[in-house]
């Protein structure tokens, strides 16, 4: 069945499309360089393309996508990231643990400098990672520590082995997503094609499988977790939401959205036994998301591991600076005003302001629906990113998985303009080493236009959709 649906109909265009498909993958896999600028974006704006044509063609075979989008991740399984460094330091992590050497307690650079190598490839790591992510504490939770020990365990000492084995698991995490997102449109009856907006775009394939970036093991999870609630399983929902956050801190920043979702769901009446059943839940629903994820942590706590883990945060948001909006103009008006970097202002006053405007949409938002929860954690996270320090490509994928159970289209097109951000550094053997401000301002200005482009539509349209 699924050869006939393939060759049914215009089989040349459709093979040549797939092949086209794949042999692009396969170049960028094998035969790039991050610094091969113009060939980076050449190669995306291409995968892009054939990426928009592959769902044109295939909208109504479904099995077409999924092989498609599936084959093309496997294309990197022999491919060493050619975009980021991280992987490094996973593949650190993972053998620390298996050393049985707590990883939150240690830099990198802690035993280098001693002459201590604790891992085998100790040096070959340290240098692949780079001497900031070295220097730093590890800020990985343990569900992705789960994920380093695994490739560890599995891979001998052998790094090739060891991304081989973290690409097998997000894939399979990918297939879980489709599994749940799948389910999750059918049930919003909403069109499952929507769900290849993101499993089958390259960003994705590029950032998460290639590049070995464990946001879609996060995703999975939090998919998971939003079916689970959606069905009324809430109790298990938020167990599964716990393991998403231990894959990666992000998911704890929806917590507060789905206060009306609890209280005032069922809440027709407007009767006071129905509210406080509904605040009992949500007390509940916290609990047991706040305490699974602490006896996750469990393994690895003591005062220095809490000491430590703290300080790297910290430095996320008043130290580290990248592909940042808002945060670069407020630096700007810093430096005319003061005549200096005011990260270590802003940074502190952001946290607060992303607060109390998550806080606001919790009380004031329309989220007592799914599709309102849903769009509010959208809202929620992109406000976050547009005012944070540091926006790293791979954070879009949140925003995108969220973006296809909603109207909202910004995060598309950011899947495309963040390849930008790579470029940011196009100076960085010359004198200036700072990002082009340029190049990000082209970034930010596309996706803040889709942005509005999108809040207008949604208030002149009652519904539209990607299709």
Not at 81 to 90: E, K
Not at 162 to 171: D, E, G, P, S, W
Not at 180 to 191: D, T
Not at 248 to 258: E, M, N, S
Request: proline content about 3%; overall charge positive.
């Amino acid at each position: 069945m699924f050869l006939n649906r393939l060759l049914a109909k215009n089989n040349a265009y459709k093979l040549l499309l797939i092949s086209v498909c794949f042999a692009l993958y396969f170049v960028f896999a094998y035969a790039l360089k991050r610094t091969e600028y113009v060939k980076l974006i050449v190669l995306y704006s291409s995968l892009f393309a054939t990426f928009y044509f592959m769902l044109k063609t295939f909208k109504n075979n479904f099995y077409v996508l999924v092989f498609v989008a599936f084959l093309s991740r496997f294309v990197f399984i022999l491919a060493i990231p050619n975009l980021s460094q991280d992987f490094y330091r996973f593949i650190w992590d993972g053998r620390i643990l298996l050393e049985g050497i707590n990883p939150y307690l240690n830099t990198v650079t802690s035993f280098i400098s001693k002459g201590v190598y604790p891992v085998s490839q100790s040096q070959v790591l340290y240098e692949g990672m780079g001497p900031l992510n070295a220097g730093h504490f590890t800020n990985y939770p343990p569900i992705n520590q789960l994920c380093f020990f695994i490739a560890a365990l599995f891979s001998g000492k052998s790094i090739l082995g060891a991304a081989m084995v973290f690409r097998l698991l997000i894939i399979c995490a990918d297939f879980g997503t489709l599994y749940f997102g799948k389910k999750i449109l059918e049930h919003l009856n909403l069109s499952v094609y929507n769900i290849f907006w993101y499993l089958l775009n390259p960003f994705i394939i590029i950032e998460l499988t290639g590049n070995l970036h464990f946001e879609g093991v996060m995703i999975f999870f939090l998919i998971w977790s939003l079916y689970l609630l959606l069905i009324g399983k809430w109790q298990w929902s938020a167990v599964v939401l716990a393991l998403s956050i231990s894959v990666k801190l992000i998911p704890l920043i929806f917590l507060p959205l789905f206060f009306k979702f609890f209280v005032f769901k069922d809440d027709t009446s407007n009767s006071s036994k129905k509210y406080w059943i509904g605040v009992k839940k949500l007390i509940i629903f916290y609990a047991i998301t706040l305490c699974s994820t602490l006896i996750l942590f469990a393994p690895f706590f003591s005062l220095e591991f809490v000491n430590n883990y703290a300080q790297t945060v910290k430095l996320w948001f008043q130290n580290f600076e990248f592909n940042a909006s808002i945060y670069y103009v407020a630096r700007a008006i810093g430096y005319t005003f003061r005549g200096y970097n005011e990260i270590g202002v802003i940074g502190k006053i952001t946290p607060v302001v992303v607060v109390l405007f998550i806080l606001i949409k919790s009380f004031f938002g329309k989220t007592k629906s799914f599709s309102g929860l849903i769009t509010a954690m959208l809202i929620g996270l992109s406000f976050y990113f547009f005012t944070t320090t540091t926006v790293h490509p791979w954070y879009v994928a949140t925003l995108l998985i969220l973006s296809v159970f909603t109207n909202y289209k910004f995060p598309l097109v950011w899947s495309f303009v963040i390849i930008l951000s790579y470029l940011a550094y196009i100076n960085i053997d010359k004198a200036d080493k700072s990002e082009n401000l340029w190049i990000i301002a082209i970034e930010y200005i596309i996706v803040y236009a889709v942005l509005i482009w999108d809040i207008i539509k949604q208030k002149t349209s009652k519904s539209f959709n990607y299709s």
